[in-house]
């Protein structure tokens, strides 16, 4: 069954504005990942924030994680054209074990 | 490094027929996972081998399904007496699961299977 859930299903934006997408999940988690799919194939790792961390960084990325809420967000800015994908919110529930994967966001970034 | 790998990329097959799916993970990884994928849907997991450890089969959908990793690395997934629902990219990822290592999955680029 699928835990996480992430909303919107599908976000359109222009080139240059932030992306936000969240992510919902129902039982105690280990770490929670977020992932990007381009086409349909391979899956991208992006970031992965534990649960004993509320906010993580990378590059143009920004991950936040609400353990109260059963919550994560990850922000995308400036966006560019190359960001358009598929992108998950997966969580593990203890170290290492399987992924449980939302349905995922469609980005669109219009030139 | 190499990342990865799986083969075949596309496997078209004949309902009732047998595949196999194959996945080499990246080299020293002591962690592998099999995961599917139907159109415009999750991921869905599938299998779950861990060094030695007895595998964790419990997403496998139907006896159909059987998986096996062979000396801790390649793996191959098996589904037998194929049916047209069993259409899906299969995706295997690995991950290092040594102390002090990180969680991630690396994901290969997937097989898509279609059954005619």
């Known amino acids: 069954s699928q835990q996480g859930e992430e909303d919107p299903q599908a976000l359109s934006i222009q080139e240059g504005e932030n992306a936000t997408m969240n992510c919902s999940y129902k039982t105690s988690i280990n770490n929670l990942q977020w992932y990007r799919q381009n086409s349909g194939r391979g899956l991208v790792h992006l970031i992965l924030i534990r649960s004993n961390e509320r906010e993580k960084h990378s590059g143009r990325l920004r991950v936040t994680l609400d353990t109260s809420k059963k919550s994560s967000s990850l922000l995308i800015t400036a966006s560019r054209a190359a960001d358009t994908a598929s992108y998950f919110c997966?969580?593990?529930?203890?170290?290492?074990?399987?992924?449980?994967f939302g349905e995922g966001t469609q980005l669109t970034v219009n030139p | 490094g190499a990342g990865v790998s799986q083969s075949p990329s596309n496997k078209v097959t004949e309902k009732g027929k047998d595949v196999e799916l194959r996945c080499d993970p990246i080299s020293g990884h002591t962690a592998l996972y099999w995961y599917r994928q139907s159109l415009g849907q999750g991921l869905e997991f599938l299998i779950y081998f861990q060094g030695n450890s007895a595998p964790d089969k419990s997403g496998l959908p139907s006896d159909r399904f059987s998986a096996e990793r062979t000396g801790g690395s390649v793996s191959t997934l098996t589904i037998q007496r194929t049916q047209q629902e069993d259409s899906a990219v299969y995706l295997c990822a690995s991950s290092p699961r040594a102390r002090g290592t990180s969680d991630t999955q690396y994901f290969g680029p997937g097989t898509r299977l279609t059954v005619l």
């Open positions: 997966a969580t593990a529930e203890t170290s290492g074990s399987r992924l449980t």
